[in-house]
């Protein structure tokens, strides 16, 4: 292939997987891979004292609106820690409060100190959310971010209530709903022409990641800062957009609307039967080892039934069934659907492997899952309402998935008994009624 042709291609399109193949493959015949920079003119600043800190606070006020983004330890926004916060007032201009870093831990170890002499200098958090609150608090400025749920979650923990607010990643949704994703990276390359620096490049992936209380300034301020210097360049470009998409009422009245309650509602979590789960956990258990024996009496040998390789050796040529057909990898494929034709041809082997493998998939997923999953400080599992994952509008659930519970087995009303109501519980302080007009409007039968 001519390498700049094909790689000038790929990067255009987008296909970083597979032109990381290939340059891994041609070596130096291939030019290397685009790099992330700060966008053009960019000015972005690390506050580490209260004098800044008070001087772009004042900024917000007199502009009226600022984009703001937080850095945390986790994605778990109940369970979270601040690192710090961002701030963008005009384009091109932003600035990163740090707030929770520690700093590199002395010699690849672990720090039980938390950071100790290592830490670098910032303004004490509480010192800057006594500070940062009044504002954030504030009615009369608009609070711009992108996926705000999540950093409304997270500074409620602190007092703070983001109002109003505007979401560019909301905006995006109601004016092109399924036509891409909505994640502030492709939006930035689509509407900006800007490559974000990735959260890789910063903290790291696989074994060698870090938290982001550990990366050094220096990079930090430039990773956050661009955050919200870019939300507030797609503020920009999408709000007026409404206008022009006749789109203004669905999301004044529905999407901005509902954010303030998911996050009430990803709050107040739900309450699961921890005993009750467990219970189900070992009888799931029990049935999934008398499937295994079942499978193994049928196959007339024992062997791996999770093994996809070994299954198909038993179906096909030991037993010889029909339909065997093998993958790129010479191994046969046993998806669900070979194994559900094999059962509806009236095959007893193919019909308990499926059995074992539903089975399998609700203890791992639900019953086992579901107990690590219940917050320790709360008693509750605390899911995540997809606002703009799903190209029909409703919610989805994700991290834990609950939507997916199957409804229709007796196991899958086994486990939705395990959640439980809590009776007098104010799970939100708001007008019920308007509430349930906002869900209605997003669900339209999650069963």
Request: hydrophobic share 40%; glycine share 8%; net charge negative.
């Amino acid at each position: 292939p001519d390498p700049e042709v094909l790689f000038g291609f790929l990067d255009e399109m987008e296909f970083d997987r597979l032109a990381g193949r290939l340059r891994a493959r041609l070596g130096e015949a291939a030019p290397e891979a685009p790099t992330a920079s700060l966008p053009e003119a960019a000015d972005y600043v690390c506050v580490q004292d209260l004098e800044t800190l008070d001087q772009w606070i004042g900024a917000a006020y007199r502009a009226g609106a600022v984009a703001v983004d937080t850095e945390t330890t986790s994605l778990d926004a109940m369970r979270a820690e601040l690192v710090g916060v961002s701030l963008s007032v005009e384009p091109g201009r932003a600035c990163y409060i740090p707030l929770g870093h520690k700093g590199p831990a002395p010699d690849g170890e672990l720090d039980l100190a938390g950071g100790g002499d290592t830490a670098p200098p910032q303004i004490p958090l509480d010192a800057a959310l006594e500070r940062l609150r009044p504002l954030l608090n504030d009615p009369s400025v608009l609070k711009i971010g992108q996926n705000l749920k999540y950093d409304m979650l997270v500074l409620s923990q602190h007092d703070i209530e983001l109002t109003p607010i505007d979401d560019t990643m909301l905006l995006s949704y109601v004016t092109e709903g399924g036509l891409h994703g909505h994640g502030m990276d492709e939006l930035s390359k689509l509407h900006l022409e800007i490559a974000p620096i990735s959260y890789k490049e910063v903290a790291g992936s696989g074994k060698s990641a870090i938290t982001f209380d550990r990366v050094p300034l220096d990079k930090a301020t430039d990773y956050a800062a661009e955050d919200a210097d870019l939300t507030l360049r797609l503020h920009r470009f999408l709000k007026p957009r409404l206008v022009a998409e006749r789109v203004t009422t669905v999301y004044e009245t529905l999407e901005r609307p509902l954010v303030p309650v998911l996050v009430e509602m990803e709050r107040a979590g739900i309450l699961v039967d921890r005993a009750e789960l467990a219970r189900l956990s070992a009888d799931f258990a029990e049935r999934i080892d008398a499937l295994e024996g079942q499978v193994h009496e049928l196959a007339g040998e024992a062997f791996n039934v999770n093994s996809p390789k070994q299954l198909g050796e038993i179906l096909f040529d030991k037993m010889s069934l029909p339909g065997g057909r093998k993958t790129k990898t010479g191994a046969y494929a046993t998806g669900a659907d070979i194994l559900e034709g094999l059962a509806a041809q009236g095959h007893d082997l193919p019909a308990r492997v499926l059995d074992y493998r539903q089975l399998a998939k609700l203890k791992s997923t639900y019953t086992d899952a579901l107990q690590q999953q219940i917050n320790p400080d709360t008693g509750r599992v605390h899911t995540s309402y997809a606002m703009a994952a799903t190209s029909t509008g409703r919610l989805a659930s994700t991290d834990p998935n609950l939507q997916n519970i199957p409804v229709r087995t007796e196991e899958g009303r086994r486990i939705r008994k395990a959640f439980v109501a809590a009776p007098g519980h104010r799970l939100i302080s708001a007008d019920y009624s308007q509430i349930e007009l906002r869900i209605l409007a997003h669900i339209a039968d999650i069963e």
